[in-house]
């Protein structure tokens, strides 16, 4: 945004493949530093390879439909294939202490899941864990049950994984906040003093944001006037694209009732890849004094796949120092990042191939995430299971790594090369794909894509 932005075990009770019950032992759930070691010895009965971005150590959640006609339901992303939640809560698979008996994998979204909060999450994710490895027969050796439960990825249609209530956008790369202040103000104070001392943010338009592979339609707006002329209006000359991520809400606070930092974490669910689009001219003439608005809000694109911070526990980092320290609701008493390597692609309009614009890493965010959550609820607003935290243009200090055409180009002043083709914003027909993995000792965590296309603005 630029603001001018776990091994599982079972005591199985019966092992014939039709009627398998499966009951957790009690320490099934409990976690233990053995954890991380024994995640890397994980292995499924169903393939994917190291640079696959959905092996068992993933597990990512989303929301599919198996065909066009078919309601939506949840689901997990195992190396090609998607399991079915409802077909494996239907099987009675799901019988720890908190998902026993619960319907919320037979949801349309995820947000009765995500409200159960981090134990449920943990118990899913054991037993996911548990009846996809390559030891355990319930799943493994039941053909009728894979058939009901597991469809191929590139078959099946995936939609928002959650109902999005609310959607704010935050401005936490250092990097990103430098280049944008130095573009519009000059060099000489480039961030503004204020923005070392809280997670700005502004609040988005949740009914725009799109999932993976919707077209983007360019906006029409107001630019900048040219002399004494009225202001410019029409489709937006400088569309571009920011890389962020965000963050998914799950259990939210009451109102009036913030959330300590030290306890963000456990009402974050995971992480999704987002785009968020935005045409520079209209939000350059717009932002004073209020803030992004039209510029912003016409669209914004999110990977289908939620990767959880248990998933990502294993590529925590340090996140960079802050100074000033921060105030103590901001002070952390561990305060991480995650090793997320993060990519652009852009596609130009009528090529067949596409070119790297931007390799860049999450942990180049300056404020963190739970920083992010603490920091908006301290005035006692209120968040809702499914809220969506925008981290904000996640650009690197390395040229490669600046993570927007505005900064890419300097605002339109040294244009791109793409495959031969100049590039100073976005083209109708251009194809914007961003990635983000975490490499592993052996396995890959990804994100899968988050992409759109640019197509002409309404006559």
């Excluded at 961003?434 to 490499?439: A, R, S, Y």
Aim: charged share 20%; glycine share 10%.
């Amino acid at each position: 945004m630029l603001h001018h932005s776990f091994l599982p075990f079972f005591a199985v009770s019966s092992l014939q493949a039709s009627s398998a019950t499966l009951t957790p032992h009690p320490a099934f759930f409990r976690r233990s530093s053995g954890d991380s070691a024994a995640a890397m010895a994980l292995k499924s009965f169903i393939d994917a390879g190291p640079g696959c971005h959905f092996p068992i150590q993933n597990l990512p959640f989303g929301v599919f439909r198996p065909d066009g006609g078919s309601p939506a339901r949840p689901g997990v992303a195992i190396g090609d294939r998607v399991l079915d939640l409802s077909a494996v809560a239907s099987a009675g698979l799901f019988g720890g202490p908190v998902l026993a008996g619960s319907d919320c994998f037979h949801q349309p979204n995820l947000n009765k899941f995500l409200a159960l909060g981090r134990p449920a999450w943990r118990e899913a994710r054991a037993t996911l864990q548990k009846i996809l490895s390559s030891t355990e027969p319930v799943l493994r050796d039941n053909a009728e049950l894979r058939k009901k439960s597991l469809f191929p990825m590139d078959k099946v249609e995936m939609v928002l994984p959650v109902t999005i209530g609310d959607y704010s956008d935050f401005f936490s790369s250092m990097h990103h906040a430098k280049n944008c202040g130095t573009i519009f103000r000059g060099p000489e104070n480039p961030i503004p003093p204020n923005w070392f001392h809280l997670p700005i943010a502004y609040h988005g338009r949740a009914s725009s944001i799109v999932i993976s592979g919707t077209d983007i339609i360019r906006p029409r707006g107001q630019g900048y006037p040219s002399g004494n002329s009225p202001p410019y209006f029409g489709p937006s000359l400088k569309l571009d694209f920011e890389l962020e991520m965000a963050a998914v809400v799950g259990p939210g606070n009451e109102l009036g009732k913030p959330i300590d930092v030290n306890d963000a974490a456990d009402h974050i669910f995971g992480l999704v890849l987002m785009n968020d689009w935005s045409a520079r001219d209209i939000q350059a003439w717009e932002y004073v004094p209020l803030g992004p608005f039209l510029g912003k809000s016409f669209g914004t694109t999110l990977s289908p796949w939620i990767v959880t911070l248990d998933a990502l526990e294993a590529f925590a980092c340090d996140a960079p120092k802050q100074e000033p320290k921060p105030l103590p609701y901001l002070a952390e008493k561990v305060s991480k990042n995650y090793d997320i390597s993060l990519e652009v692609q852009i596609k130009p309009a009528g090529q067949k191939d596409s070119c790297i614009v931007t390799k860049s890493n999450f942990k180049n965010l300056y404020w963190t995430v739970t920083q992010q959550l603490a920091h908006h609820t301290i005035n006692g607003c209120n968040l809702r299971p499914g809220d969506l935290l925008g981290t904000g243009t996640i650009s690197g200090p390395e040229p490669e790594s600046l993570g927007c055409l505005l900064e890419l180009t300097w605002n339109g002043q040294k244009p791109l090369s793409l495959n031969g083709t100049p590039r100073k914003f976005l083209e109708d027909g251009d194809e914007v794909t961003i990635t983000g993995l975490c490499k592993g000792d052996g396995y890959t965590v990804g994100f899968g894509t988050c992409s759109g296309k640019v197509v002409p603005a309404p006559q």
